[in-house]
Each structure stands twice: as structure tokens, then as C-alpha cells.
């Protein structure tokens, strides 16, 4: 079954400084990736995605991916962290080409922006 | 576009009562989708619709829970009877295939169940 991981539960980074969020997925084919942001008492807001094509793909809010096959992994960045970045963030996976399918989500990743 | 728009935002309700949540999808996207949000097992898909038809219910916990999709704008999911355990965030999405199915969320309804 397909899983996605993402290994840091908690991230404190200071205002300012860079950010990178980790999530490897486990599956037989390259799936679309995804990532979305909850604030609290949010839904999720689609940061971002993947289906082909570059490797690095562009966001919302200045964030951005890159997808690396050879270690299935989409990590998010961003060059310099705002208070205002503070959330939740989540990866997730869906099986690619065909229909449509449910989404696997990782376990998260909260931010935590330090002054 | 007004989003993904689920009612109500909070429920609160005593165990053994009937809860029903709704959800309207983005206009013209034909795949609908419900998922449960729990500190303990993350986000997880409940089940999905496709042009109203059910097309994978396996993630639907047991019997207790019901979902329906009467027509292209409007969807439930009812729980019946509830109980303590069922208190969760659930969340609606929607998607169509011309954005490679990516899927757009509503605000979720935050379900005390007491």
C-alpha cells in the first residue's frame, strides 16, 4: 500500500531564515504529489503540486518542491520564513493517470516561526 | 468561485444522536470526496463520489456511517448513532479531471460528539 512520510513532526525555524519540510512516499509508480497547509481551525490550502514535467515546481506564497525520484522524496522550501508561515503542513500522494482517487496523507509537519 | 462549502462549521452533540454533515463542491467538478481528520490517525479518506455515483466507500469506519450524493451540488454524510469516538474534523473535497484531479478542500466541520 502506498504511504507517505514525513519524518519531522515538530520545526521551529526563526523569522527570516529558510525552511525545508521532508516527505518521501513509498510506492510502486511515481504518483502526483502534493502539498497543502492547514491553519488552525483551517482547512487545507493547496501549496503546490507535481504530475510530471520539471522537477521543481512553484507555489503559493513563495514556496517551492523538488521532486527527487532516486530517493522518492518532494521536499517544500522556501528561501525565508514569515511569522505568517506558522501551520501545519502536509504532503500527500495520489496514484497517477486514470481517474481520480483518494488522497494518502502524510502525518504532518508543524512549524513552529520563532521571533 | 465560492470553494468547496461544508455545514455546519461546529457540531456539538450527546452520543446516541444522529449527525448529519453537508457539503457542497466547487461548481462543475464531478468528483466529490470525504475525509476524517483525528490527532491520532491523521487525514484519512472516508470515501469518494463521481458524478454522484459511490466509488469507494472503504474508508467509511462501519455501518454507523452513511454518505450520499443526491445530485451534481450537494452531498451528506450522516453518521447514525454517533458516538464519543466519531468527535473528528471532516472534511469535504472536490475535484475534476481538467486540473489532474487536484483536489480542493472546504473549511471542515469540527464534530464534538459527548
Known amino acids: 500500500a502506498q504511504s507517505v512520510t514525513q519524518p519531522d513532526i515538530h520545526i521551529t525555524v526563526s523569522e527570516g531564515a529558510s525552511l525545508e519540510l521532508r516527505c518521501n512516499y513509498s510506492y510502486g509508480a511515481t504518483p502526483y504529489l502534493f502539498w497543502y497547509v492547514q491553519s488552525p481551525g483551517q482547512g487545507l490550502q493547496l501549496l503546490l503540486k507535481?504530475?510530471?514535467?520539471?522537477?521543481l515546481v512553484q507555489g503559493i506564497k513563495g514556496f517551492e518542491a523538488e521532486f527527487k525520484r532516486s530517493q522518492s522524496s518532494f521536499n517544500l522550501r522556501k528561501p525565508s520564513v514569515h511569522w505568517s508561515d506558522a501551520a501545519e503542513y502536509f504532503c500527500?500522494?495520489?496514484?497517477?493517470?486514470?481517474?481520480?482517487?483518494?488522497?494518502?496523507f502524510g502525518k504532518g509537519t508543524h512549524l513552529i516561526i520563532q521571533p | 468561485d465560492a470553494g468547496v462549502i461544508q455545514s455546519p462549521r461546529h457540531e456539538v452533540t450527546e452520543m446516541g444522536q444522529e449527525v448529519t454533515l453537508r457539503c457542497k463542491p466547487i461548481?462543475?467538478?464531478?468528483?466529490l470526496f470525504w475525509y476524517r481528520q483525528t490527532m491520532m490517525r491523521g487525514l484519512e479518506l472516508l470515501i469518494y463520489?463521481?458524478?454522484?455515483?459511490?466509488?469507494?466507500d472503504s474508508g467509511m469506519p462501519e455501518d454507523r456511517f452513511s454518505a450520499k450524493m443526491p445530485n451534481a451540488s450537494f452531498s451528506t454524510l450522516k453518521i447514525q448513532p454517533s458516538e464519543p469516538r466519531d468527535s473528528a474534523v471532516y472534511f469535504c473535497a472536490s475535484s475534476d479531471p481538467t486540473t489532474g484531479h487536484t483536489q480542493y478542500f472546504g473549511p471542515g466541520t469540527r464534530l464534538t460528539v459527548l
Open positions: 507535481y504530475f510530471s514535467g520539471d522537477t
Open positions: 463520489f463521481n458524478n454522484n455515483v459511490p466509488i469507494d
Open positions: 461548481s462543475g467538478h464531478d468528483y
Open positions: 500527500a500522494v495520489v496514484l497517477s493517470g486514470g481517474g481520480a482517487d483518494g488522497l494518502t
